[in-house]
């Protein structure tokens, strides 16, 4: 099991990017969470296998389609047993 944080800067907000990263993560057995950040960036924390964490970390590098993602923070963490993925 491993654990990314990441941020995604750019046109992030209301274009339905944290409602499909949960889908995704659930989809993909992926916990954790994500929100909006007051900056205007999303925060995500992603827990799992690591191809399933990766394949999270690729669509945060893009977005959904109506995003204009313009960078991507991430960063490795300890694993803390999360369970379930949710909208903070």
Do not use: K, Y
């Not at 389609?65 to 300890?78: L, P």
Request: aromatic letters at 6%; hydrophobic letters at 40%.
């Amino acid at each position: 099991m491993i654990r990314r944080r990441v941020v995604v800067h750019g046109r992030v907000q209301g274009v339905f990017f944290r409602d499909t990263v949960r889908r995704m993560a659930h989809s993909r057995g992926v916990s954790g969470w994500v929100r909006n950040r007051a900056d205007g960036a999303v925060e995500a924390v992603f827990e799992g296998d690591a191809d399933a964490v990766e394949s999270m970390l690729r669509f945060c590098r893009h977005g959904p389609e109506r995003a204009a993602v313009e960078r991507v923070e991430e960063h490795d963490e300890q694993p803390e047993g999360l369970e379930g993925f949710r909208i903070a």
